[in-house]
């Protein structure tokens, strides 16, 4: 049995077997899965509310808190709550002591609330203290793994290697936030392109790769075709990621050429074990594991775009933005499909484990067309991006933003009824 299903299946403390049982009042796997959650989806749909009324009314500071909401109070949190779910599920023990997770939620909600409070307010004493406010947090996340880790008699290193890792890179770029809040003059590079590679690529990214390890080969009730590529992919994608932002940091174009060159490494080295679980498979696929090999290939094509700009100069390569072709296949292609995917699914043993809802049943054909429409729309921005095709923009956002508002209503049908039914007892 898989990961995911094994804590699906086993999430119920009358249900599993521990090494020391749970203690009374233990919190249950799916309680911190919940919790999280949660909260996440809320800012994820206030962040694109504000993201909205930016787009009308153009509102000077709505980018940058739209991107903090969806991204640190958002997606951060979906990552809090899966990463200690899944290494629950690994090393077959509770979920932190009660008090311990009440910390981190507390914690990493004051923090961003004090970052969104200072870039809404121009304010950089609360980024300061936001920053501080997170870092504390990330101090106890990495405590619940280690307390998890210690527990159980199990030694599956790669079930915490990958968050502790992506912890350790959030910090400097935290760090990296804080200076540019403060207006604070970098001459020997770029910050924000240091601050946002290691936030996205750092702290998103690598906790992203490390999941679909276990999450993939659930999704398709496969197992991992060439574990011996996740010391590989590790490797590379947390080497790529310092060599791109050190490169970003201090202007060294030879390092950042390293960085994307190893980023694509590891994807591709991931991109093998997802091309084997799908090859093992037995079809019909879910729509969650499509929408994840979807997200795989979009990275894949975005580092690749990322690199050889980077080589030869975005002249020689197109007449358009090569920076948007890749923020259009990384972020709304691989990042927006992975985290939608996995939301999808996670949601959805949520449900199973808490109230006995079925698992939602494959619909080949409707799943197809809807990932088609997605893989079309976000090549086609990528497309349109890259070659300056100014025209074809508009439609290809437009058909974008159309498939994310179809998965976003099939997030809420399940979001819906967790918040109401299976509410996590923290």
């Known amino acids: 049995m898989s990961a995911t299903a094994s804590a699906g299946a086993s999430a119920d403390p009358g249900r599993r077997c521990s090494p020391r049982g749970p203690a009374p009042e233990a919190l249950r796997p799916t309680d911190v899965l919940g919790a999280f959650f949660l909260l996440g989806l809320a800012y994820l749909t206030v962040g694109t509310l504000v993201a909205i009324v930016h787009g009308v009314a153009d509102w000077p500071a709505g980018r940058w808190l739209a991107l903090h909401l969806v991204f640190l109070g958002g997606v951060s949190q979906l990552v809090l709550g899966a990463s200690q779910f899944f290494v629950g599920a690994f090393l077959a023990t509770e979920p932190p002591a009660r008090a311990l997770v009440r910390a981190q939620l507390g914690l990493w909600n004051a923090g961003t ?7 809404a307010l121009g304010v950089p004493a609360g980024a300061q203290i936001g920053a501080l406010t ?15 880790q210690r527990r159980s008699l199990q030694r599956a290193r790669w079930a915490v290697r990958w968050y502790y890792a992506c912890a350790a890179l959030l910090v400097p770029g935290l760090v990296a936030g804080v200076l540019l809040a403060r207006g604070t003059a970098w001459p020997t590079g770029d910050l924000l392109a240091t601050h946002l590679t290691l936030n996205l690529a750092g702290w998103l990214g690598t906790a992203i790769v490390g999941t679909l390890h276990t999450l993939f080969p659930s999704l398709t009730a496969t197992s991992l075709s060439f574990p011996k590529l996740e010391s590989w992919t590790f490797a590379s994608w947390t080497a790529g990621v310092l060599a791109l932002a050190a490169g970003s940091a201090f202007a060294i174009p030879a390092l950042a050429i390293v960085g994307w060159t190893l980023l694509l490494t590891g994807a591709t080295c991931l991109g093998a074990n997802v091309l084997g679980s799908l090859r093992a498979t037995s079809p019909p696929l879910t729509l969650p594991a499509r929408l994840l090999a979807t997200g795989q290939a979009a990275l894949l094509a975005g580092l690749a775009v990322a690199l050889t700009e980077s080589v030869v100069g975005t002249q020689a390569l197109v007449v358009g933005s090569a920076r948007a072709a890749v923020a259009a296949l990384v972020l709304a292609g691989w990042l927006g499909l992975t985290v939608l995917g996995s939301v999808l699914h996670l949601l959805a043993v949520l ?9 939602p049943v494959p619909r080949p054909t409707r799943d197809r067309w809807l990932v088609a429409l997605a893989v079309t ?14 025209a074809a923009v508009a439609p290809a956002a437009a058909l974008l933003a159309a498939v994310y508002a179809l998965l976003a209503c ?8 967790a918040a109401r039914t299976a509410r996590p007892s923290v």
């Open 113 to 119: 609330l004090a970052v969104v409070a200072a870039v």
């Open 377 to 390: 729309s976000v090549f086609a921005l990528a497309t349109a991006q890259l070659l300056g095709l100014g």
């Open 134 to 148: 997170l870092v504390a947090a990330l101090v106890l996340y990495a405590s619940g793994l280690r307390a998890m």
């Open 410 to 417: 099939k997030v809420l049908t399940l979001a819906v009824p």
């Open 351 to 359: 449900l199973r484990v808490r109230v006995g809802r079925a698992l």
